[in-house]
């Protein structure tokens, strides 16, 4: 079992930044994907961003060089950097672990991003 907690989300201008984090606690390998996701009102939850073992990234196109994501093994926590955030990056964004061995995913409760002015 993997548990995991999101933290960082709020209220932020067009053009401002936030941080997310996520932690991680339970049965998380260093060879698990974690990434994250997001979802809008009245959409479909989306991948945003996802770092695989050995260090290969992912980013959806709509966030391509606004968003960086990072992970720390050692601690058990993904990052999420989000910079020019713009009010359609507004979402409840959410934490994901993959296990590659047993095809299981894990999801956080969610953090709520809100970018307006």
């Known amino acids: 079992q993997v548990q995991l907690v999101e933290s960082g989300g709020g209220l932020v201008q067009p053009g401002g930044s936030l941080r997310l984090s996520c932690l991680a606690s339970?049965?998380?390998?260093?060879?698990?994907?974690m990434g994250w996701y997001r979802q809008a009102p009245g959409k479909q939850r989306q991948l945003v961003a996802r770092?695989?073992?050995?260090?290969?990234?992912f980013y959806a196109d709509s966030v391509k060089g606004r968003f960086t994501i990072s992970r720390d093994n050692a601690k058990n926590t993904v990052s999420l950097q989000m910079n020019s955030l713009k009010p359609e990056d507004t979402a409840v964004y959410y934490c994901?672990?993959?296990?590659?061995?047993?095809?299981?995913?894990?999801w956080g409760k969610g953090t709520l991003v809100t970018v307006s002015s």
């Open positions: 994901n672990v993959y296990h590659y061995g047993d095809g299981m995913n894990y």
């Open positions: 770092m695989v073992s050995g260090g290969s990234t």
């Open positions: 339970g049965s998380v390998f260093a060879t698990d994907a």
